[in-house]
């Protein structure tokens, strides 16, 4: 069974730094696209970043330039290093991957940025 734990999150000030960590189970990961995607009170789900099976990736523009997404197979964790952070990111974080045409997500990870 494909379970998908998020953690990390926390409360941090604008301008500082967290570390999401996504830790996979149930399968080997390292065949497929995985992504982080964000959720905040009243609005919907958005993508963050994507890294590939072949290790491309891709942002959000609102995160370019401030987030980076990576991928350790030999632990199947996904991470995101996140910096300069903006009250705007606050949201809920989610990860997720799609095998064989099933997405599967995490329950999510609270970051909360103050000015």
């Known amino acids: 069974q494909v379970q998908l734990v998020e953690s990390g999150g926390g409360l941090v000030q604008a301008g500082g730094s967290l570390r999401l960590s996504c830790a996979a189970s149930?399968?080997?990961?390292?065949?497929?696209?995985m992504g982080w995607f964000r959720q905040a009170p009243g609005k919907e789900r958005e993508f963050v970043a994507q890294t590939t099976s072949a290790d491309s990736t891709n942002y959000a523009d609102s995160v370019k330039g401030r987030f980076t997404i990576s991928r350790d197979n030999t632990k199947n964790t996904m991470y995101l290093q996140m910096n300069s952070l903006k009250p705007e990111d606050t949201a809920r974080y989610y990860c997720?991957?799609?095998?064989?045409?099933?997405?599967?997500w995490g329950s999510g990870t609270q970051v909360t940025v103050f000015s």
């Open positions: 997720k991957t799609v095998i064989v045409n099933l997405a599967y």
């Open positions: 149930g399968r080997t990961f390292s065949s497929y696209a």
